[in-house]
């Protein structure tokens, strides 16, 4: 969440069936009328591998949460998950240090943004992660986590558009990326904005040529005018490349997301590639669009969904269908709000998360849905929807502790509805900062941070389940990493997302990245990488 602003230093348990608690409030309408994003220049990168990367910016930049959306009243959690079950059942495999301290990158940023994604090319057997953070990114060897580009440390964001004369992309490294791996046409996708200097703001977007992330690039720049399109986050869908964005006017006031589609096919071919957006009321918070898992597509004619917090007891979904030969007929419908159990935003939206050694508490998040919206059609008439966002679990609105809620909607006609839900928080420890995934035989994996006042440092741990599994229940956490260090004063902004994300090499490997402290400090984190998988996924 990118407000450019410097500092020079710097249950009871409940799960339902899908038809049970899906109660629209009210018949969900169309959103006003289909506008675009001006399109400021496209062209071709040469090679990635042949660019030189760009330097970091100078000094340090402690970037402050914007927050979005009504705040949730204290209400007692309505889904926690009292049953305990096993060890989680899935196994571990590859992990290594991803951008950050670990990988020599000198860290410049707070928070670092840490996203991720898996690319397979069948043809070639090449297989990479791509990891961007706030503001380097780096290509990793996916079979053994060797650094492909750049040697070492990170290529600054806008080492992409190196001499791309569009958007002050090529002179701009303003970070909040997002980076996806398109399973269907097997390509990258990887965007940023650029914002500094702004009035206007712009969207820089780059599609590989290739399966290869080293590659060339088609590039593209999308100006926002005087909205500034803070919080980007993508998904890739057959009909277009889906975004959501929170537009502040001026930088300052919140005037509710924008919800975009842009020409995949155009992208894919480096043509001129024109966008579909809607604006929504500041009466909404943040949104998330479906990103689509696993080799079967949605089936035609599906829309691409948008969910995001409604009230204290429920989801709101948008339903955007795109017409790019006749843009007026877009359509963007909804809300439809689907009835979850009772909960509390975490921290109240802000900061609570305790560390041992100080008293710095750390940003919760919790006013908005957390990346990604993964969603998979498995080809038998069952179609998924996952998503998590943090609670509080407690009597205390400011928070007891806070743990991962999370759901599965299965579409129906169209129509989410809500399958099972559940609250994870097996003991008093504060959890956040999820992120969730579906691999094709239904296991779910959950990512996320965990820290507590005394004994636990910020570390990743993970739960998961099986389809076996009660309804509404994940099985007993494991960790990743053990983080041995607390963010210190005056820094609170921690994560802003993580990312889970599913091997296309088999459908059944998740890819987890996440940050973590190696020792107390600010401007000093770490982040880690690390694929697990479910004996039970071949």
């Known amino acids: 969440?990118?407000?450019?602003?410097?500092?020079?230093?710097?249950?009871?348990?409940?799960?339902?069936?899908?038809?049970?608690?899906?109660?629209?409030?009210?018949?969900?309408?169309?959103?006003?009328?289909?506008?675009?994003?001006?399109?400021?220049?496209?062209?071709?990168?040469?090679?990635?591998?042949?660019?030189?990367?760009?330097?970091?910016?100078?000094?340090?930049?402690?970037?402050?949460?914007?927050?979005?959306?009504?705040?949730?009243?204290?209400?007692?959690?309505g889904a926690q998950q009292l049953q305990v079950l096993p060890l989680v059942s899935a196994g571990e495999s590859l992990g290594f240090e991803g951008v950050g301290l670990g990988n020599g990158y000198a860290v410049n940023a707070a928070p670092p943004d840490t996203e991720g994604s898996v690319g397979y090319d069948p043809t070639t057997g090449k297989h990479q992660y791509v990891q961007w953070v706030n503001e380097a990114f780096a290509v990793f060897d996916a079979d053994t986590g060797a650094q492909i580009y750049p040697a070492s440390g990170g290529a600054a964001g806008n080492t992409i558009w190196s001499g791309f004369t569009a958007g002050n992309c090529s002179s701009n490294n303003d970070g909040d990326p997002i980076v996806l791996y398109d399973k269907a046409a097997h390509r990258w996708l990887m965007t940023q904005f650029s914002v500094t200097g702004g009035p206007p703001y712009y969207q820089c977007v780059a599609v590989s040529q290739t399966p290869d992330a080293t590659g060339a690039w088609n590039r593209y720049a999308y100006s926002f005018g005087n909205g500034f399109n803070d919080y980007p986050k993508f998904g890739v869908w057959p009909d277009a490349y889906y975004a959501s964005f929170n537009i502040f006017n001026n930088g300052t006031t919140f005037a509710g997301p924008k919800v975009c589609a842009f020409d995949r096919a155009a992208m894919l071919a480096g043509?001129?590639?024109?966008?579909?957006?809607?604006?929504?009321?500041?009466?909404?918070?943040?949104?998330?669009?479906?990103?689509?898992?696993?080799?079967?597509?949605?089936?035609?004619?599906?829309?691409?969904?948008f969910v995001g917090l409604g009230s204290s007891t429920s989801l709101n979904v948008y339903k955007f269908h795109v017409d790019f030969a006749t843009p007026s007929n877009s359509t963007l419908t909804g809300p439809s709000a689907i009835t979850v159990a009772s909960y509390n935003q975490a921290c109240g939206g802000g900061a609570c998360v305790p560390q041992p050694g100080t008293r710095q508490k750390l940003d919760s998040l919790g006013d908005r849905v957390m990346y990604r919206l993964a969603y998979r059609n498995f080809g038998t008439g069952q179609e998924s929807l996952v998503v998590n966002h943090s609670v509080n679990v407690g009597s205390s609105k400011r928070s007891t502790y806070t743990a991962v809620r999370w759901y599965e909607l299965r579409v129906s006609n169209f129509t989410p509805k809500l399958y099972q839900q559940g609250t994870f928080a097996p003991n008093t420890n504060f959890r956040w900062m999820g992120s969730l995934a579906m691999d094709k035989v239904g296991?779910?994996?959950?990512?996320?941070?965990?820290?507590?006042?005394?004994?636990?440092?910020?570390?990743?741990?993970?739960?998961?389940?099986?389809?076996?599994?009660?309804?509404?229940?994940?099985?007993?956490?494991?960790?990743?990493?053990?983080?041995?260090?607390?963010?210190?004063?005056?820094?609170?902004?921690?994560?802003?997302?993580?990312?889970?994300?599913?091997?296309?090499?088999?459908?059944?490997?998740?890819?987890?990245?996440?940050?973590?402290?190696?020792?107390?400090?600010?401007?000093?984190?770490?982040?880690?990488?690390?694929?697990?998988k479910f004996p039970s996924c071949s």
């Open 1 to 77: 969440m990118r407000r450019r602003v410097f500092m020079t230093m710097s249950c009871s348990l409940l799960a339902v069936g899908a038809a049970a608690l899906w109660a629209p409030v009210a018949l969900a309408q169309q959103v006003g009328n289909a506008g675009s994003l001006v399109l400021v220049g496209h062209d071709v990168s040469p090679p990635l591998r042949r660019i030189v990367p760009v330097e970091r910016e100078p000094g340090q930049r402690s970037i402050p949460l914007r927050p979005v959306g009504p705040r949730s009243s204290a209400l007692p959690d």
């Open 271 to 305: 043509t001129t590639a024109g966008s579909v957006c809607f604006q929504l009321p500041s009466s909404n918070g943040a949104l998330l669009p479906s990103d689509l898992d696993g080799s079967t597509p949605p089936p035609a004619g599906s829309p691409n969904y």
């Open 443 to 532: 296991n779910m994996l959950l990512g996320y941070s965990e820290s507590n006042s005394k004994s636990l440092y910020p570390s990743i741990f993970y739960t998961g389940r099986v389809p076996t599994d009660p309804l509404g229940t994940m099985e007993t956490e494991s960790s990743i990493l053990a983080g041995t260090g607390s963010q210190l004063p005056n820094l609170n902004r921690w994560g802003d997302y993580s990312t889970m994300s599913i091997d296309p090499k088999d459908d059944c490997t998740f890819w987890y990245t996440q940050e973590y402290l190696g020792s107390s400090g600010d401007f000093n984190w770490h982040t880690y990488v690390k694929s697990i």
